[in-house]
């Protein structure tokens, strides 16, 4: 059973830092990977999409990255802002059922970017 | 693209009521995804469809909830009666083929 898993639950740093943010899943045969980000009260507003045959994706000052050996995704957020301030979270496809386009979720990052 | 929308964004309602949900998707979509999301349980997929066609409902909480989705620009969810428990916050979302899903804004339930 696939699960997906995200640390920190929260995170609070001073403007300009560049971070990292981390997503682990338990069965490596995934077909893609999907980081969003999603204000309070909010949707979720698709970030990067990375396929299994990439290794990054940039969007920007972000950067994402796979290593499906190792069931892990990275979100690197360069010289954050206070209009990053958002929940974070990564989702993968439950292909264990079979289903390409479902998509478990991590229960996200709450990242906090003070001035 | 206006991109996915939802109405209505806030639905209050009393225990036994019907609730419709409703969803336009982006024009060009072939797939549609019906979430809900607690503070308790996440982000879960409850149904999707694919060319219209109810592709898996495995995440249909009880027979109380339903989904259609009569044609390509417009779907809903339904449940009927509504419980407290119900209440969360329903998203719609939609992508073509297998990439990226763009979520629509949500349309927070309570159920009193």
């Known amino acids: 059973k696939q699960e997906v898993t995200q640390i920190p639950a929260a995170l609070s740093v001073p403007e300009g830092e560049n971070l990292v943010l981390n997503c682990s899943f338990t069965d490596s045969a995934i077909y893609n990977l999907q980081w969003f980000r999603q204000d309070p009260g909010k949707g979720l507003t698709s970030l990067l999409l990375?396929?299994?045959?990439?290794r990054e994706q940039t969007s920007g000052r972000l950067n994402a990255s796979l290593d499906k050996s190792s069931g892990r995704s990275t979100l690197y957020i360069a010289a954050s802002q206070p209009g990053d301030s958002a929940t974070y979270l990564c989702?993968?496809?439950?292909?264990?059922?079979?289903?390409?386009?479902?998509?478990?979720f991590g229960a996200g990052t709450r990242l906090a970017v003070h001035p | 693209d206006a991109g996915v929308i939802q109405s209505p964004r806030h639905e209050v309602t009393e225990m036994g009521q019907e609730v419709t949900l409703r969803c336009k998707p982006i024009?060009?979509?072939?797939?549609l995804f019906w979430y809900r999301q607690t503070m308790m349980r996440g982000l879960e997929l409850l149904i999707y469809f694919n060319n219209n066609v109810p592709i898996d409902d495995s995440g249909m909480p009880e027979d109380r909830f339903s989904a259609k989705m009569p044609n390509a620009s417009f779907s809903t969810l339904k449940i009927q009666p509504s419980e407290p428990r119900d209440s969360a916050v329903y998203f719609c979302a939609s992508s073509f083929g297998r990439n990226e899903q763009f979520f629509g804004p949500g349309t927070r339930l309570t159920v009193l």
């Open positions: 990375i396929q299994s045959s990439q």
């Open positions: 024009s060009g979509h072939d797939y």
């Open positions: 989702a993968v496809p439950n292909l264990f059922s079979g289903g390409y386009n479902k998509l478990i």
